[in-house]
């Protein structure tokens, strides 16, 4: 029996893929497996029993990732599944923020019993927000994952010019990208030929604050800021600054701060990118089944800190080491020579090795290895 502690509520045709050999409730003590969605576990002191963590969604900045790899923990996300989600509500705010909608609908709640006179009230005070078409205006998409691929080809099909730029642009996400996109080398070019910058990647040391007053002096006069990313990628004072300048026309968020709140031309939304049924749903059968697939049979997919590695379900018994990278030799030597059908992957300076044999002996000098994080048996 595997014991599932969630700490968000987890659609249940997730949860239910996992079957009668699991218990999953909010108040388990001894979980051998998290499901979390946006609960902060910075805090969280892990059991040591503790295996894997799941994230219903793609951003992992409310687990702490270090912390995790170095007890051992698998840390998963779920790429992808809320794309769709986001993608839609990021070509909500490109709508929002060209044509003053949120604006003007506030300002037709003021007429209010204005009676007969609301007709011409309206028409007499429209021209205050008028905005521009996005037909043959260029987006510069900055992160072109599952999200920003998306966004990127429907704003193709929308009749706009796209720009992408990713540091980290696999073959896979450039195949996906309709052929009219075009991938420029550097955030400069981005920046200067963009009327709309959406942004589509995770906030780290490198990324946090990168929009701010020295790459908006990069950009066009009256640029829109579209962040469906993380709220940190933008430094506040910085937009707030543009936004008062005229440099930026609007500022499209959801993930609205203190500061931003009230600010004119500052459109926020309550972090609704993934708040779809379609997507929680989505966002819940891949992290159950990235659960139940490691547990069972030691398989990694779609892990944020071990390397992944796909399994067979093992005919006997099967043991798993997560441990740095360069302590492979000692782990291998530690295995006595029954190397056989032995598997192994590094990222990023950790590596993860499993061997199908007779775990009996093995394990305990496993686990005595220096940089070993993790030694557990299945079967």
């Known amino acids: 029996m595997f014991n599932i502690l969630t700490l968000n509520k987890i659609a249940a045709c997730g949860t239910d893929r996992l079957g009668d050999n699991y218990k999953v409730a909010d108040d388990i003590q001894s979980p051998d497996a998290i499901m979390v969605r946006s609960a902060a576990m910075h805090d969280m002191e892990f059991d040591p029993v503790t295996l894997a963590v799941a994230r219903a969604g793609a951003g992992v900045n409310n687990i702490p990732l270090d912390k995790c790899t170095e007890k051992g923990i698998v840390v998963f996300n779920t790429p992808g599944a809320n794309a769709n989600a986001v993608k839609e509500l990021v070509l909500c705010g490109l709508f929002l923020s060209s044509r003053r909608i949120p604006a003007a609908i506030d300002w037709c709640k003021t007429l209010k019993g204005e009676g007969a006179n609301v007709s011409k009230l309206v028409e007499k005070g429209k021209s205050q927000f008028v905005g521009p078409e996005i037909m043959g205006k260029t987006l ?90 993380r709220g940190e990628l933008v430094d506040n004072a910085s937009v707030i600054e ?66 992944a590695m796909r399994l067979a379900a093992p005919a006997g018994k099967r043991v798993c080491v997560i441990h740095a990278e360069s302590a492979f030799a000692d782990v291998v030597a530690a295995m006595e020579g029954n190397t056989a059908n032995v598997n192994t992957a590094s990222r990023k300076g950790v590596s993860y090795t499993v061997a199908d044999m007779d775990c009996d002996c093995v394990a305990e000098k496993l686990s005595a290895v220096d940089g070993v994080y993790r030694v557990r048996v299945i079967g």
């Open 140 to 229: 510069g998409v900055i992160g072109l994952g599952a999200i920003g691929a998306k966004v990127a080809n429907a704003a193709v099909a929308l009749g706009m010019d796209v720009v992408g730029y990713d540091a980290f642009l696999t073959d896979a996400a450039a195949a996906a990208l309709a052929s009219e996109v075009k991938v420029v080398s550097s955030l400069d070019e981005v920046y200067a030929a963009s009327d709309y910058v959406s942004l589509h990647l995770p906030c780290n040391d490198s990324t946090r604050g990168m929009i701010n007053a020295d790459t908006f002096a990069k950009m066009k006069d009256s640029v829109r800021i579209l962040n469906f990313a």
């Open 242 to 307: 543009a936004l008062a300048s005229g440099k930026c026309a609007a500022y499209v968020t959801d993930f609205p701060t203190d500061e931003q709140i009230g600010v004119d031309g500052v459109v926020a939304m309550p972090h609704l990118g993934a708040s779809t049924p379609e997507s929680e749903d989505n966002c819940a059968v891949m992290a159950a089944d990235e659960i139940k697939a490691y547990l069972e049979k030691g398989e990694i997919v779609n892990s944020v800190n071990v390397p």
